[in-house]
Antibody, heavy 119, light 107 residues
Framework: QVQLQESGPGLVKPSQTLSLTCTVSGGSISSRDYYWSWIRQHPGKGLEWIGYIFYSGSSYYNPSLKSRVTMSVDTSKNQISLMLRSVTAADTAVYYC???????????WGQGTLVTVSS | DIQMTQSPSSLSASVGDRVTITCRASQSITSYLHWYQQKPGKAPKLLIYTASTLQSGVPSRFSGSGSGTDFTLTISSLQPEDFATYFCQQSHSTPQTFGQGTRVEIK
């Protein structure tokens, strides 16, 4: 059974870079059947898709965040990573990684990690 | 971006009630519509994908229908563990977008 686990700092200062890692267990990140996505949820709010990356390294980002986002994949470690630059308080959210089927649904999800942007 | 609008935003219901949640897309998304359940402090859980296909392990009291722009999630007989927030999501066009959520509360 595939499981995902996010990790990274829970507190980031404004203007700095948010960096998170998602470790996949129970399955290979090199599968051609899935994308690997990042999704965030602002406190008490809805869900926002940040983008996805394929095992080959090809990626697609939400245009609303594209200028600040970089995703990467490390197949040797079965991990994907997210970098979000120049963060502000508006980037405070729970960040999830999830496996995305090629037809676009997300399953499973990691447990999520709260990142707070504050000085 | 395709806008997803859920209604109602919240509802109160009793155990055993039939509950229906609606999701409307701002343009046709054919059947690329998926439903999730989220409980407080937990990640969303996939219930239904491509409008009407029940995810493995999800109870059969959950069902989905619709195509084009209008979709419905139905819980045939609400159980105590079903009190949660439900989200729809479209994957017809990137960026994938979600509805704002429907909170199902105990009456």
């Amino acid at each position: 059974q595939v499981q995902l686990q996010e990790s990274g700092p829970g507190l980031v200062k404004p203007s700095q870079t948010l960096s998170l890692t998602c470790t996949v267990s129970g399955g290979s990140i090199s599968s051609r059947d899935y994308y690997w996505s990042w999704i965030r949820q602002h406190p008490g709010k809805g869900l926002e898709w940040i983008g996805y990356i394929f095992y080959s390294g090809s990626s697609y980002y939400n245009p609303s965040l594209k200028s600040r986002v970089t995703m990467s994949v490390d197949t040797s470690k079965n991990q994907i990573s997210l970098m979000l630059r120049s963060v502000t308080a508006a980037d405070t959210a729970v960040y999830y990684c999830a496996r995305e089927d090629l037809e676009g649904w997300f399953d499973p999800w990691g447990q999520g990690t709260l990142v707070t942007v504050s000085s | 971006d395709i806008q997803m609008t859920q209604s109602p935003s919240s509802l109160s219901a009793s155990v055993g009630d039939r509950v229906t949640i609606t999701c409307r897309a701002s343009q046709s998304i054919t059947s690329y519509l998926h439903w999730y359940q989220q409980k407080p402090g937990k990640a969303p859980k996939l219930l239904i994908y491509t409008a009407s296909t029940l995810q493995s392990g999800v109870p059969s009291r959950f069902s989905g229908s619709g195509s084009g722009t209008d979709f419905t999630l139905t819980i045939s007989s609400l159980q105590p563990e079903d009190f949660a927030t439900y989200f729809c999501q479209q994957s017809h066009s990137t960026p994938q977008t979600f509805g704002q959520g429907t909170r199902v509360e105990i009456k």
